[in-house]
């Protein structure tokens, strides 16, 4: 990792700092999730960096993958997970935190259990850089059900590349024998507490999508809404929301004619597999030099 790498990193975690404390003042409860969306993005460009994805904005058994569309009549209720990527020259600070949008916050306890466990791994982690992935996991997993929660064994924290969000490595949320050790890069730990069973399913689409095979399309229409897509994003993925605010009504039919041409896929909403009630907690860091520097706190 370069200078200009690291500075990168530094200033997309600088941002998601910032981004974190706006986001805390600025969700309440039945406040419509598209002007949340839209007021975070804005708020993250204000700071000087780009989105690396769509916001994720997921309500109570929805773990991760949620974007509202912009005729979306959803608000903001209930157990709110906010998932943010923040990039600078394309080196991205991943982090999440959930909101406990109840009245009485019935769920103070579930989301301190994906906080504590996220803060354990990262001590451990600062502790002993060379710590294998196996003990982070067993860490998590440890940490969540001392609280009486269930970890979220088949999502994942993950290694951060140039312009990519998943580079390769995963970070498990529970003990999974994995003995390898991180090498230096950076990286995202993300526990996710469950009241359920500890297990997601993929639902319907999220209205998120990603470019899988870059190439033209047929219509005039779709031709231009990739080439937006590819100029703005590359593989980065995007929203059918801010492709809707750009180009109107041709923006779902262009979505699903770029789909059905293998050119873009749909990220689909992961839901826990009994409806149980999920928390989420993420923050990045960077490993150079045998050292640990956490970005996004």
Same mark, same amino acid.
């Given at each position: 990792?370069?200078?200009?790498?690291?500075?990168?990193?530094?200033?997309? /975690?600088?941002?998601?700092?910032?981004?974190?404390?706006?986001?805390?003042?600025?969700?309440?409860?039945?406040?419509? *999730?598209?002007?949340?969306?839209?007021?975070?993005?804005?708020?993250?460009?204000?700071? /000087? /960096?780009?989105?690396?994805?769509?916001?994720?904005?997921?309500?109570?058994?929805?773990?991760?993958?949620?974007?509202?569309?912009?005729?979306?009549?959803?608000?903001?209720?209930?157990?709110?997970?906010?998932?943010?990527?923040?990039?600078?020259? $394309?080196?991205?600070?991943?982090?999440? *935190?959930?909101?406990?949008?109840?009245?009485?916050?019935?769920?103070?306890?579930?989301?301190?259990?994906?906080?504590?466990?996220?803060?354990? &791994? *990262?001590?451990?982690? @600062?502790?002993?850089?060379?710590?294998?992935?196996?003990?982070?996991?067993?860490?998590? @997993?440890?940490? %969540?059900?001392?609280?009486?929660?269930?970890?979220?064994?088949?999502?994942?924290?993950?290694?951060? $590349?140039?312009?990519?969000?998943?580079?390769?490595?995963?970070?498990?949320?529970?003990?999974?024998?994995?003995?390898?050790?991180?090498?230096?890069?950076?990286?995202?730990?993300?526990?996710?507490?469950?009241? $359920?069973?500890?297990?997601?399913?993929?639902?319907?689409s999220g209205n998120v999508y990603t470019v899988i095979k870059p190439k033209n399309p047929r219509s005039p229409k779709a031709k231009e809404i990739f080439d937006y897509i590819w100029k703005t994003h590359k593989t980065l993925?995007?929203?059918?929301?801010?492709?809707?605010?750009?180009?109107?009504?041709? &923006?779902?039919?262009?979505?699903?004619?770029?789909?059905?041409?293998?050119?873009?896929?749909?990220?689909?909403?992961?839901?826990?597999?009994?409806?149980?009630?999920?928390?989420?907690?993420?923050?990045?860091? %960077?490993?150079?030099?045998?050292?640990?520097?956490?970005?996004?706190?």
């Amino acid at each position: 990792m370069d200078k200009k790498e690291l500075e990168s990193y530094k200033k997309a /975690g600088e941002i998601a700092v910032k981004v974190r404390k706006f986001i805390k003042q600025l969700v309440k409860p039945e406040m419509p *999730l598209v002007e949340i969306a839209q007021k975070i993005e804005k708020e993250i460009e204000r700071l /000087g /960096g780009k989105c690396a994805f769509p916001v994720n904005l997921s309500i109570d058994d929805i773990a991760a993958h949620n974007h509202p569309a912009l005729e979306s009549d959803e608000v903001a209720s209930g157990v709110l997970k906010v998932d943010i990527g923040i990039h600078v020259n $394309g080196f991205i600070a991943d982090t999440a *935190l959930t909101l406990d949008l109840t009245p009485d916050n019935r769920y103070k306890e579930l989301i301190n259990a994906s906080e504590e466990a996220l803060e354990s &791994a *990262l001590k451990l982690i @600062k502790k002993n850089p060379d710590i294998s992935l196996n003990d982070i996991g067993s860490e998590i @997993k440890k940490t %969540i059900e001392k609280k009486g929660f269930s970890p979220i064994v088949n999502l994942s924290g993950h290694s951060l $590349g140039e312009y990519q969000i998943h580079a390769g490595v995963t970070i498990p949320n529970y003990a999974n024998g994995n003995q390898n050790k991180l090498e230096e890069g950076a990286y995202a730990i993300e526990p996710f507490a469950t009241t $359920g069973e500890g297990r997601i399913y993929e639902g319907d689409s999220g209205n998120v999508y990603t470019v899988i095979k870059p190439k033209n399309p047929r219509s005039p229409k779709a031709k231009e809404i990739f080439d937006y897509i590819w100029k703005t994003h590359k593989t980065l993925p995007f929203s059918l929301r801010e492709i809707q605010e750009k180009f109107g009504n041709f &923006a779902r039919l262009s979505l699903k004619e770029l789909e059905n041409s293998g050119i873009i896929r749909s990220y689909s909403k992961l839901i826990d597999k009994t409806h149980g009630i999920v928390s989420q907690a993420e923050h990045t860091f %960077i490993k150079k030099e045998g050292k640990i520097i956490i970005l996004s706190k």
